[in-house]
Structure formats: C-alpha cells, structure tokens
C-alpha cells in the first residue's frame, strides 16, 4: 500500500490511491460470505486485500481481520454458557405465501403387493354384454370308448340305385352252333361316319413325259449379284514398237498384225487447194 498506517484527512481533495488504500483499510467492509469477499478482493475489485483491513461476514455474523496468514476472528471464542430455560411459545405469525411447486421428483420403485382384502359382497347383476367373436376352434378331443349297441332301428326306404360296377371279364367263347337259314335282306342303313385314313400306299411308275408346255413371260430381272473375284492377268500384249525418235510416226510394215515401224514424218505439209489437210489414217493391225 502507498501510504500504510492511519491516515487524518483534512480540507483536501483526495487521490485515488488514497480512497482505495486509506479509506478502505479505515472502513469496516460487509460482505454476504468469505466467498462474496474472496471474489471481490481477488478478482473483480478495485483494491487488494491489506493486513490490518477488518471486514464483516454476514452469514456468520462475525468480524475477521487481515493478518499475513490470513483472515482471523477478533478474539477467542469463549465458552458456551449454560442452556437457558425454555421461553414462553410466541404467537404464531401469518402464514407465509405459498411457494412454488417443485419440480417432480423421480418415481420411486415400486412397493411389495399388499395382502388380500376380504372379498366384497356379490353386486347385482349387470346388463348382458354384447356377443364376443367367435373363437378359434380348439384341437380335437380323445374319442370316447364305445357305447353299448342300440336296438336295430326299423327298416328304411330304399336308397338310390348305386353307380353301375365294372365289367366283368369276357367269358371264353361257346363251340359255333350250325348255320341258320339266310334271312331276308334288310333295309339299307344310313351311311356311317368317315373311317380314319389308310395307310398310304406304295408310289406308282412314273408317267409318260407330257407335251412341252407354251414359253412363259419373261420374269422379272433379278438384283444384280455380288461382284466375282478379280480374274488372273492376261498375257502380255504385242503393242507399240519400241524406238522411235521425236516427231517420227508409226507406220505398218505390211498386212501382218502388230508388224509396224517408226517412219520420220513427211518433209512437206499436205495441204489441198480446198485448205482442207488430207487425212491419214493408219491400219495399226487387227
């Protein structure tokens, strides 16, 4: 502290330091409990705790002040006297308000199941409910064992003819008695139904050749077919001489075929008075 120690304050203007250091060390500071105090001095006041500084706790109703171990109680405790006699009852004071309903607690585990009471006597009997559904049919009992033959019952009516049995085997077949006198011929009968086709028969020779039939209409043309592989190459040719100069012509030798030579080309222009040129046509061989 700057300034420990008792401190007269005359006429004067005061100093923060002096407010939070003098005054405060000179005062009797209230707190609500060590811990409102605790918090003041410690964290969020505006001065540090000194030794000397009393303070007062009002949970406890004590006043502690500040040595270096820390905060102490003026004086010892003293002993506690004897009890005193019990005072006369007050009056009772109003009813204070009513507080606000807790919240539920949790529920608690059930309790063991009492004993039975006495049963009650029977009620009158109520209207008859309404019919239930029907329930599920149960499993089939034991049969009993068998009664004793009842005295024969008279005669009933005749029941229907039962369906016709199966036939009975064929008997063997009797010794043929003698031929009787041909009867008169009947009636024709009416024509019986279709029999099944026969098996068919073995094919017949092959007839005579018939006449040729007349040329029929030309069909119409086919779509063309797909194209033929590529044929083998050919023989060689005897085609052109070889040799043969700038501006020379071909020309035949004679009539045999590809039998030609290179001539030079005539020295004069062949012109006719017409101004036509004559033309020269050239057998190369056939």
């Known amino acids: 502290m700057a300034g ?22 000179q005062v009797v500071a209230v707190f609500d409990s060590a811990t409102d105090r605790s918090n003041y001095f ?13 303070t007062f706790l009002k949970d406890i109703n004590q006043l502690q002040v500040y040595y270096e171990t820390g905060w102490t109680a003026f004086g010892a405790q003293g002993a506690q006297g004897a009890q005193g006699p019990q005072g006369d009852t007050g009056s009772q004071g109003p009813q204070g308000a009513q507080g606000a309903t807790g919240s539920t607690g949790p529920q608690g585990s059930q309790g063991p199941q009492g004993p039975q009471g006495p049963q009650g006597a ?35 009516p005749q029941g229907d003819t039962g369906a016709q049995g199966a036939q009975g085997a064929q008997g063997a077949v009797g010794s043929q008695g003698p031929q009787g006198d041909t009867g008169p011929q009947g009636d ?22 018939g006449a040729t039939g007349p040329q029929g209409a030309t069909g119409a043309q086919g779509a063309q077919g797909a194209q033929g592989p590529q044929g083998p190459q050919g023989d060689v040719g005897a085609g052109v ?16 075929n590809y039998n030609t030579t290179w001539i030079d080309a005539p020295a004069t222009n062949p012109i006719t008075n017409s101004g036509f040129a004559a033309i020269i046509t050239m057998d190369v061989g056939v």
């Open 188 to 209: 024709t009968g009416p024509q019986g139904a279709t029999g099944a086709q026969g098996p068919q028969g073995p094919q017949g020779d092959t007839g005579p050749q």
């Open 42 to 54: 410690n964290t969020g006041g505006a001065f540090s705790v000194t030794e000397g500084m009393i």
């Open 241 to 256: 001489a070889v040799g043969g100069t700038a501006g020379q012509l071909l020309s035949k030798v004679d009539g045999t």
């Open 122 to 156: 029977t009620g009158g009997t109520g209207p008859q409910g309404p019919q239930g559904a029907q329930g599920s049919v149960g499993p089939q009992g034991p049969q009993g064992s068998q009664g004793p033959t009842g005295v024969q019952g008279a005669v009933g």
């Open 4 to 25: 420990e120690g008792y401190k007269k304050f005359t006429q004067e203007t005061l100093e923060v330091s002096e407010i939070n250091d003098y005054l405060a060390s």
